[in-house]
């Protein structure tokens, strides 16, 4: 099975600091999707990047993949309490299965 | 509107007892998944199904049960062979190629 690694696994900041979470995958990812949950909530997708190199943002997050397409980054710039939460990366395999990473919980201090 | 409905929200097994957890979608999506998810941690692929009447095993089937007999439909059982039931269990769906879609998960615990 695919492997996604997340990192940092837990990340605490101070309301307006700028923040980046990295995703790194065991095999080429030819799809990468990034997703935000609430505690005790379903998942929303946020962003999906397929080509090396593409980068997106919506509103104050920016996802990239990297040009060799087995590392994601997102950055969120002023960081605000709205964006506390866990953000997980997932990708799909030649098989049509969603793997998942590992979660990163934010929490944001006003 | 179109979307996912997971039921119930929060659930209790006893000790021995099967119990089914019930996941519907009106997206017309051909796939669908359940994933379990325990505190502080990603989320662990049980079962998926990309057809009515077809489904695979995911990375931690053992315990668990499915069946797909209509498009909108992928109800899960926890069976008692399941001996650390507790978790958050999400279900999702997905065109071919796209994007998941989820529901807003079961609760289940142990009494």
């Known amino acids: 099975s695919q492997e996604l690694e997340q990192s940092p696994q837990s990340l605490i900041v101070q309301e307006g600091k700028n923040l980046t979470i990295n995703c790194t995958s065991s095999?080429?990812?030819?799809?990468l999707y990034w997703y935000k949950q609430k505690y005790g909530e379903g998942l929303i997708f946020l962003m999906m990047?397929?080509?090396?190199?593409e980068e997106k943002s919506h509103e104050k997050i920016t996802a990239k993949l990297d040009e060799k397409k087995q590392q994601s980054s997102l950055h969120i710039t002023a960081s605000q309490p709205s964006h506390a939460g866990i953000y997980l990366c997932?990708?799909?395999?030649?098989?049509?299965?969603?793997?998942f990473g590992t979660g990163t919980s934010l929490t944001v201090i006003p | 509107d179109g979307g996912i409905t997971q039921s119930p929200k929060y659930l209790f097994r006893k000790e021995g007892q099967n119990v089914t957890l019930s996941c519907e979608q009106n997206?017309?999506?051909?796939?669908m998944y359940w994933y379990r998810q325990d505190p502080g941690q990603g989320l662990r692929l049980i079962y998926y199904?990309?057809?009515?009447?077809?489904?695979q095993k995911g990375d931690i089937a053992e315990g668990y049960s499915v069946s797909r007999e209509k498009k909108e439909s992928f109800p899960l059982t926890v069976t008692s062979a399941q001996k650390n039931p507790t978790a958050f269990y999400l279900c999702?769906?997905?065109?071919?190629?796209?994007?998941?879609?989820f529901g807003s998960g079961t609760q289940l615990s142990v009494l």
């Open positions: 990047l397929q080509k090396g190199g």
């Open positions: 999702a769906s997905s065109s071919v190629g796209g994007k998941l879609f």
């Open positions: 095999k080429t990812l030819y799809g």
């Open positions: 997206l017309n999506h051909d796939a």
């Open positions: 997932g990708a799909d395999n030649t098989g049509n299965q969603f793997y």
């Open positions: 199904s990309q057809i009515v009447n077809d489904f």
